[in-house]
């Protein structure tokens, strides 16, 4: 319970960090991610990781200089940050054939997936993270009662279940099949917006889902309505036919 709280407050700081970015860059306020809550998974799971697989790490650290712990300790902050970036970006796009960012615009990039500009930054919270972070929050979180913390964290559990199962259903729904590798999320909450606003589900996908083809959602929703004239009309060549047996017997 002590590291699925941290993982949430890893997410919600992830979250925290990609909107105010993201309005530094825009001016103007973009709910990203791919859950509906205030919370991004993947940040989670990179604080989780550095704070456990490099936790003993730090123990056996302290017969050596702080400067080669701190080098020692970034080379494996960064690969940490640098492969979950990479497999998360990579799997999301072959499951819902979108991107949620991109890198080809920065340089020393891999396939645009990760970028040595923002894996430096992470790197430096993953410093913050292990030495001081991670460990004022277990404190924290240690102190707090039993009872309440298996209720905070079976409430929180239940709502991320649920937003998960809500989000996959509405993005899977939307996708489209892309090969264009960009980031295209603004454009996409101007096309989308006018279908899926009136939903307060659908209020939060307009600024998050980065990838949705208008075309593809028009031809579903006429497929749709042929399927249907067609399932009325076979009916009634069923009554007609019925009613006309009847009328002989």
């Known amino acids: 319970e002590v590291y699925f709280l941290l993982f949430i407050i890893y997410s919600v700081f992830g979250w925290i960090i990609e909107t105010v970015g993201n309005i530094i860059q825009t001016k103007k306020f973009t ?85 040595l500009e923002t894996l430096i930054p992470f790197t430096i919270v993953g410093q913050l993270i292990l030495r001081y972070i991670s460990p004022a929050l277990i404190e924290v979180i240690n102190q707090i009662n039993q009872t309440w913390l298996h209720i905070i964290s079976g409430v929180l559990f239940t709502t991320i279940i649920v937003d998960i199962w809500i989000s996959y259903n509405i993005i899977n729904s939307l996708k489209k099949v892309s090969c264009e590798a960009k980031d295209n999320t603004e454009e996409i909450t101007t096309k989308v917006k006018e279908i899926i606003s009136k939903s307060w589900r659908g209020r939060r996908l307009v600024s998050a889902f980065p990838n949705v083809d208008m075309d593809v959602i028009r031809e579903k929703i006429k497929l749709k309505v042929e399927e249907s004239k067609e399932k009325i009309e076979k009916k009634k060549k069923d009554i007609e036919k019925m009613i006309e047996q009847k009328i002989k017997k």
């Not at 989670?44 to 702080?66: P, R, Y």
């Not at 080379?75 to 819902?96: A, D, R």
């Open 31 to 115: 709910n990203r991610g791919f859950l509906i809550g205030p919370y991004c998974p993947i940040y989670g799971f990179g604080g989780i990781a550095i704070t456990i697989l490099l936790g003993n790490f730090m123990k056996s650290m302290e017969s050596i200089s702080l400067t080669d712990s701190i080098w020692i300790s970034s080379v494996v902050i960064i690969s940490i940050c640098g492969l979950l970036e990479y497999l998360t970006s990579y799997f999301m796009e072959k499951l819902f054939k979108a991107r949620w960012w991109d890198y080809h615009k920065f340089k020393f990039n891999i396939n645009g997936r990760i970028c």
